[in-house]
């Protein structure tokens, strides 16, 4: 069973500035079966990232994501004030399914 | 638009029991896996459940394995969580999502309250 761990729990960030946000697979991923979502109070996710790094239909160019083994990254270029949210990555593509979700990574105001 | 719209939510007593519902819209239901995520007050996501298109092939995490049932009918565009023998831990917000893979669509959610 794969464990995803996100780092920082918790990122301080003024507007415009960049975001650097971490998810470490426990082990050798299927492919690039990862995605990343952003869920903001009250609301349900939002798919941001599909197959590691393709951007989700909608999803402005300021967001990106890369992969290198088992890390994966998404980073926002400059933060929007609609970006302070709570960022989460998922695992999927492993047989049968057992999608995993990272415990989370909030992006607030500094 | 893909639209989701799940009811059924509610208080329940710890070993009760609730079925989910997830009413579709906006694309071709039976061509698409559908899958239940939790998420319990102030944590983060859990996948619960998935369901392949033609019901052929259903898949729970090990949590609910034995507790929940997932199903669908795609003359309605609906599928279903059969939720028993809940227990405190089960409290959460349930949402339907599109696929069982990455999730580019979701319901708003409905709430569950496992407490005596």
């Known amino acids: 069973e794969i464990v995803l761990t996100q780092s920082p729990g918790t990122l301080s960030l003024s507007p415009g500035e960049r975001a650097t946000l971490s998810c470490r697979a426990s082990q050798s991923v299927s492919l690039s079966y990862l995605a990343w979502y952003q869920q903001k109070p009250g609301q349900a996710p939002r798919l941001l990232i599909y197959?590691?790094?393709s951007r989700a239909a909608g999803i402005p160019d300021r967001f990106s994501a890369t992969q290198s083994g088992t890390d994966f990254t998404l980073t926002i270029s400059s933060l929007e004030p609609e970006d302070f949210a709570l960022y989460f990555c998922q695992h999927y593509g492993s047989s049968p399914p057992r999608l995993a979700f990272g415990g989370g990574t909030k992006v607030e105001i500094k | 638009e893909v639209q989701l719209l799940e009811s059924g939510g509610g208080l329940v007593q710890p070993g009760g029991s609730l079925r989910l519902s997830c009413a579709a819209s906006?694309?071709?239901?039976?061509?698409?896996?559908m899958s239940w995520v939790r998420q319990a007050p102030g944590k983060g996501l859990e996948w619960v459940s998935g369901i392949s298109g033609s019901s052929d092939n259903t898949f729970y995490a090990d949590s609910v394995k034995g507790r929940f049932t997932i199903s669908r009918d795609n003359s309605k565009n609906t599928v279903y969580l059969q939720m028993n023998s809940l227990r405190g831990e089960d409290t959460a917000v349930y949402y339907c999502?599109?696929?069982?893979?990455?999730?580019?669509?979701w319901g708003q959610g409905t709430l569950i309250t496992v407490s005596s």
């Open positions: 906006g694309f071709t239901f039976s061509t698409y896996a």
């Open positions: 999502a599109k696929g069982l893979g990455w999730f580019d669509s």
């Open positions: 197959d590691a790094f």
